[in-house]
């Protein structure tokens, strides 16, 4: 049986919820989605400048945990930009 899951720290609530190719029909696309623990990563490891150490525990996360979560959002956001697809921000 896995280990529950710790509640994580998540304080930044984004104004937008999709970000998608130019000129072509948001029905017309696949879509990723970047969880709102993944959208956090990203803001505190590459906007706010903090290392990973820092990041985790704004989160209440261990920093494994957090390269992790960190890695997962990196991987969807450069597939979504690399193969054109959605990017939906899943909302808490």
């Keep these: 049986m896995p280990r529950p899951k710790i509640k994580r720290r998540l304080r930044f609530q984004p104004d937008v919820y999709y970000f998608k190719p130019r000129g072509i029909p948001l029905r017309a696309l696949e879509e990723m989605v970047l969880f709102p623990d993944e959208l956090e990563a990203l803001k505190l490891y590459e906007l706010d400048g903090l290392d990973q150490t820092a990041c985790a525990k704004k989160m209440n996360v261990s920093q494994p945990t957090f390269a992790r979560i960190l890695d997962g959002a990196m991987k969807k956001i450069a597939e979504a ?9 899943e909302r808490k």
Excluded: H
């Excluded at 930009?81 to 921000?89: D, N, Q, V």
């Design 81 to 89: 930009l690399i193969k054109g697809k959605a990017i939906r921000i």
